[in-house]
């Protein structure tokens, strides 16, 4: 049966109905915007809770703090080379964004990787991208190049420390950086490596390309992150008497490694647990194992904290301006 919405007996004009109300949000979505900042410190505190003493027994050490402070700049700077990435490749794929609602939208997604399971940082994406106005399929598609090319990345670095830490055996680790190139050669590859992604997941295949050249760029900030992200973990190790010239390799290539790795374990929050036992294969190389645990647990430390510093610090920079309004005549 259908439904009329006008009648033919009515005289005159209609009454004006006047604006539409809001559509309602349910209490979910309402509560959203306080439940992940929560959930997102829970996260935090989590990664860092019994560290205390670790932390403290390093700072302790004499001549330790110039080491700790190193670490923490170089950890600063590889979180701002991953959003030079994350930027370029939106850039690139999706409508002009201002510089500040792109560098909220990314760390408060970013800051989301301390929630267990990697939905939330493609809910924050998606819910604050389409307010910026970017449709969804572009957010999704930079979200999944920008992981695809941070672990191809790391995985192409990972075997930089594969002769101090595994031997000639190791030769295979060759293949992933191998497939980088090509793929820094030929970036139209990767696409069809995010259609296979998406098509795992049972999602859609993202419709947006990006252009060989902000693919490249977008590689080489990821490889610039990793890079700078290894020169932390190296300032601990020579902290704790790690040999330098040996431990740069190891470090860089460890770190790239273990994190790239560890990042595909989505259970886990920031991947914890997963990287540290990675890192220590790859520190007892060139540390003994007490010195290696040491290491691997401060750099977690350091890199909660160079991430909470600069994505803080970020989001409080980039708070949304009050606009002023100026009284109207009477």
């Keep these: 049966m259908t439904v009329p919405t006008t009648t033919d007996t009515a005289v005159g004009p209609a009454p004006d109905p006047g604006p539409a109300a809001p559509a309602r949000r349910g209490p979910l979505r309402r509560a959203l915007p306080v439940l992940f900042p929560l959930a997102v410190v829970t996260g935090i505190g989590f990664a860092l809770y019994g560290r205390a003493g670790e932390l403290a027994a390093l700072v302790l050490r004499p001549g330790s703090v110039p080491y700790l402070l190193a670490a923490l700049a170089a950890n600063a700077l590889a979180v701002l080379c ?91 680790l060759v293949l992933p950086g191998a497939v980088t190139v090509a793929w820094a050669v030929r970036p139209a590859l990767l696409h069809r490596l995010a259609t296979a992604a998406a098509r795992l997941a049972r999602r859609p295949a993202p419709t947006a390309r990006a252009s060989d050249r902000g693919m490249r760029r977008a590689m080489a900030c990821a490889t610039a992150s990793w890079l700078a992200g290894g020169l932390h973990l190296w300032a601990l190790a020579v902290m704790l008497g790690a040999p330098p010239l040996t431990a740069l390799p190891v470090c860089v290539g460890g770190f790239a490694l273990a994190t790239a790795a560890a990042s595909l374990v989505v259970v886990l929050p920031d991947g914890w647990g997963a990287r540290e036992a990675l890192l220590l294969l790859a520190l007892t190389s060139v540390l003994p194992w007490q010195e290696a645990t040491a290491v691997a647990v401060a750099s977690r430390v350091v890199c909660t904290l160079s991430e909470v510093l600069v994505g803080g610090s970020a989001l409080l920079l980039t708070l949304p301006r009050r606009s002023r309004t100026s009284p109207s005549a009477p």
Excluded at 107 to 129: H, I, N
């Design 82 to 172: 991953s959003l030079a990435t994350w930027r370029t490749l939106l850039a690139d794929l999706g409508p002009p964004v201002p510089g500040r609602t792109a560098t909220r939208i990314y760390f408060t997604s970013y800051l989301g990787k301390y929630v267990p399971g990697a939905v939330w940082g493609v809910l924050a994406q998606l819910r604050m991208g389409g307010a910026a106005g970017v449709p969804a399929p572009v957010v999704l598609a930079v979200f999944l190049l920008n992981l695809i090319v941070a672990v191809l990345t790391g995985l192409a670095i990972g075997p930089v420390a594969a002769p101090w830490t595994i031997g000639a055996e190791a030769w295979w």
